[in-house]
């Protein structure tokens, strides 16, 4: 059955995560929900709809089972794939997939029986009539996990029309952002680079025959977003190479990019670190932090990402950005006196202690945290890897200052992830209390589970 105690293996660490981490609002300053869902507010069909509509962390581990795609990602119902997926859960051990749906049963429908073939049905039928009596939807969900701020991710040629209408709505108390993400004009190589040029244009209004007009057109769409409240950037960096450039370079090269002509790599590496500093620049003038997702391998399996979609679990983690490229970035950002606040999130765990330590070297200027390590991402978001990075980079940056846990998540029901991380931060501040390598006063830590939690981010993000 499930244990309130999850987690938690010290008395020290019981005690603080009950008196000071269990009940904090959180801040979800990471996620990829759908504004338009959230505006909308449809009651949820099932759990099955709850759990795998959008979900590539159950879908990738339904693959290794063998199960059918029609029953991940295909046209079966959301009835035969929660089937499916509760035949394997029972065997998921070890895995943060077992222990999320249990956290999710046992917040949002108060079961805390283990799930899996034998009561599927039972389980199915309970939690459907509990939708439908307490009208689960999707601000129910953020509602009863104490949500606060959630910041969605949007291109810059969105226009925003569920944010603004969120905003507009006063029976809607959640706080509700949009993360600035200007990918697709980062990735300069990549056939549709033409096309999307072409369709920023037509958001900025503005032609871009050049690379300095593009950085005006997306000046301007940052604007937009500003206006709307939002102050965050997020960058997704699959490999970066920083070579030298001068600005003469990066608008032959831009030239060349829009016109479909191939590049080298030497030229889509220069292109990608002017993209990146210069980008930098203009959050530091608008106030934004810079958030830096490192290290992905887009659709590892290009067969089946071609022919299901993406983002449906063919991504995987790759180490070729070095250190000193993206040091390289923030020391261009630092020469020119325009260094943002900035977050990275290196997703290689082999590298976190090494990104620690960069970060560090980059924190001046009177701003608490101003460069720092994210919260273990993606594939490093379970109990393993939030340990592993607590201890590893507790020595060479201060835990204390972290601005705490993301979900990264499209799932409404994915909010105990905070909860997830607040046990594995107060087990582990209990640990070393009791081992005797930490006897300050008991305010002390109080404050600091309470800033991580919710008061850094809330510092950090201007909120």
Known sequence: MFDEELLLTNETGKKLYHKYAENMPIIDYHCHLQPQEIYENQEFQDLGEMWLSGDHYKWRAMRTFGIDEKYITGDSSYYEKYLKFSGILPYLIGNPIYIWCALELKRFFDIDEPLGPDNAEAIYQKTK??????????????????????????????????????????????????AFRPDKAFYCEKPVFPAYISTLEKAAATKIDTFAK??????KR?????????????????????????QSDIEVIFSKAVAGVPLTEKEKNQYKAAFVVEMGKLYY??????????????????????SIGVACGFDCTD????????????????????????????LDASKVEN??????????????????????????????????????????YPVSLSVGMLTDSRSFLSYPRHEMYRRVLCNYFGALIERGEYFSEEKYLKKMIENICYYNAKEFFGL
């Open 285 to 306: 003038k608008h106030n934004f932090i810079m958030q830096l997702h490192i290290g992905t391998y887009q659709g590892a399996n290009k067969s089946r990402e071609n």
């Open 355 to 396: 990104f620690a330590v960069l970060a560090a070297g980059f924190c001046e200027g009177g701003t608490k945290a101003k460069v720092q390590l994210g919260a273990p991402w993606w594939f490093n978001d379970q109990v393993y890897g939030i340990q592993r990075q607590f201890e590893a980079v507790a020595n060479l």
């Open 222 to 246: 940052l604007i937009y977003f500003k206006e709307l409240g939002t102050m965050i950037s997020d960058c997704g960096i699959e490999d970066i190479c920083f070579y030298d450039y001068q």
């Open 319 to 346: 180490d070729s950005t070095s250190i000193q490229s993206v040091g390289e970035i923030l020391n261009r950002l630092t020469t020119a006196e325009q260094l943002p606040k900035t977050i990275l999130y290196p």
């Open 129 to 178: 009539k509990m939708i439908q009596e307490k009208h689960m939807t999707p601000q129910w969900c953020m509602t009863v996990s104490n949500v606060e701020l959630v910041s969605t991710t949007e291109d810059p040629t969105d226009s925003l029309q569920y944010h603004l209408k969120i905003k507009q709505d006063p029976a809607i108390n959640i706080k509700v952002i949009s």
């Open 214 to 219: 593009l950085m005006s057109a997306l000046e």
